[in-house]
């Protein structure tokens, strides 16, 4: 088994160049270790070999990120490195910065496996923790021998491209995937114990961190609702009857587009939902009840609307993850402009 | 799906019956309606009388449309 | 409240003439389970089979699962509203087997009933593939309503539930625990100093195969109340749910609630358990205010210090969950809420439908759409092609080697939202 080659980045402290008076060196290649590559040629012993560190001065990065960063990316390209790992650097404001454009930027040309190693405060934890993996450290460099335990046994997972844990198994950053793993204790265990540090005033972790929303800037209202074209999108699984796009009742991975051209209302013989999450007796009965197909035809007969846009677009809104109800929508979006629709009503059961 | 739609400039109203994940989710014309199973119906009802109550529905919905909002509003019944 | 329960332990189950309870196996006598379940008019069909850990087999589709249980002394007697009366139960004693269950089985809608394989991979999400299952594969007559079939297919475990237990009415068991509640009064003059904490049961109740009941009744159709956690044990609340088989409580779960389980444990060491609220999770948006209003009131009544909250059940039933939570901690009472996921196959998307900063304490029971492969198994109790239909099964699931790929949702109780299993997600 050939040892995989490790190229490692650091700043000019560590290098023990010196502190913030050489802070402005420019980009060096060294070979073998330098610094705390020491400590991480120990930890990786047999399985591999750091063959050439990077130094950069702090400020000169920060100053040239993208000059800096190609520089680099040649390098370790040339130095045709297995891996590549940068830092740790703590709470280091400008390093974190550097570390996570580095390790960004050698991923995202040269796709090899990448790792750095930060405080969850660190400026450059907020704004690289989704695009790499960044190993959770402490907020100096007295958690060195942790960091750099924590991230070998990382970069080595990902070098042999072995399925990674929840991130409080294998110490990363949550980075907004969540992954399933088996806790020692049961939930009603934990909830207990969370409860109790929560009451004691005592620190304490929550599994699920709540999600915040952005918000859309309304759409301008309808000027002339009796010449506009309206369309019906539903989350409610109105579909054909016998589903013929086959939209599964749960975790919809598509959408279905349907004809309403002479259709005047929805009818239980030729209509029904899809959806496993309600009670499907009533729509089944009337699918105008999740689709009000019937009232917006009167409406278009009586002038109230221009016209009622003859395609329906429908999914099942069940379990379904928001990543793909947007991906619809997105495609549905793009029939809607090219058809100059003018409004949407959309219903959800 | 609604705030896609709305991104690209196209006016929706949400006709849906949990008004809370709505407003969480950030919809901004909303007009609440009758019962998950049934957002647009009432079965306890004759058919004439529930199609009355889903054309008053859907015209709240298209007065929604009609009305410019600086941010979300829940469309009640008056 | 005082219930001591007993418990008798099952390593086996087979068949023969008589049914009996001895030296840990238990004989079941196939006809008479037969007739019991025929009993029940809407049961066209019914055949009977055993499922043992480790065992190449898979049940689908699962309806519900019971533990046998019966009532020694005290009032009332199990299931009350169902198969006994409605007297209060909780106190007294009653007797379970245990690491065994009855579980119902069958086409009843078609999608969203569940599967419990007995090894392999799909083995670890489920905890009843660990228990030996006698199994009640029921079919319904012609022309049978829906909502009527389910009700017969409920009774029918409850009765075979409760004929099992019977058993081992008059003897003694092996190891026995006594669960009480005092009144709030004497709770806290005997335990001042611990902090207080009272439960939040939530309960499905939705509609068709969405339903949970209490002493019989309906639970969408009550106002959020309070109970003796020992009254669970006596199965005062049992499953009507057929949603979504991963977090749903089977009647199983109720009767062995962890959340109560682990707060006795605690009781008079780290904590004060006073008691639970239980409340439903409904379709109209009037009735999730009106009882989350109601909870909230109930819950500030009792003088807790902390809830836990438990779920059952996602998408708009998450609601419910952030406005229990919401109001609960608005009367200045600290909660924890425990939930599952449904953070999408790859876990990039949003976990809950509805969210507030005020849930700062969140126990995760898991992403439900995380896939998995379970291989083809030897045998099936049950209909195999139902999976197709079944929540976080599609079109393609079945492959030609026979094996599946399915997301967590289609194993009872993968994410049960009590917190029974050990799954988690960060």
Known sequence: MTKLRVVHYINQFFAQIGGEDKADIPVQSREGVVGPGLAFRQAFGEQAEIVATIICGDTYFNEHIEEATKQIVGLVRELKADIFIAGPAFNAGRYGVACGAVCAGVHKELGIPVLTGMFEENPGADMYKNDIYITATKNSAAGMRNAVKDMVSLILKLARKEAVGASCEEHYLPHGIRVNFFEQERGSRRAIDMLLKKLAGKPFVTEYPMPTFDRVKPACALQNIERAKVALVTSGGIVPKGNPDHIESSSASKYGAYDLTGVDGLTSDRYETAHGGYDTTYANADPNRVLPVDVMRDLEKEGKIGSLYNTYFSTVGNGTAVAAAKKFAVEIVHKLKQDQVDAVVLTST | ?78 | MKLEMGYFQVTDITFDQQSSYANHVLIVDRAAVEKLVLSEEKIKSVSVDIAKPGESVRITPVKDVIEPRVKVEGKGGVFPGFISGVDIVGGGKTYALKGMAVVTAGRVVGFQEGIIDMSGPGARYSPFSQLLNLVLVCAPQEDVERHEYERALRMAGFKVAAYLGQLVKDMEPEESKVFETLSLRDSNSLYPDLPRIAYVLMLQTQGLLHDTYVYGVDAKKIIPTILYPTELMDGAIVSGNCVSACDKNTTYHHLNNPVVEDLYEAHGKTVNFVGIVITNETVYLADKERSSNWTAKLCKMLGPDGVIISQEGFGNPDTDLIMNCKKIEAEGIKTVIITDEFAGQEGKSQSLADADPAADAVVSCGNANQLVVIPRLDKVIGILSEVNKIAGGNIRSVRPDGSIEVELQVFIGATNEMGYSKLSAR
Do not use: Y
């Open chain 2, 1 to 78: 799906m609604v705030k896609e739609i709305e991104r690209a400039g196209i006016p929706v109203v949400h006709m849906c019956t949990i008004v809370p994940i709505s407003l969480t989710v950030g919809a901004n014309r909303i007009v609440p309606t009758i019962a998950i199973p049934h957002p647009l119906g009432n079965p306890d009802l004759s058919a004439s009388v529930e199609k009355q109550l889903r054309r008053r529905l859907v015209d709240r919905a298209l007065d929604a449309l009609r009305t410019e909002v600086s941010g979300q509003k829940v469309f009640e019944a008056k």
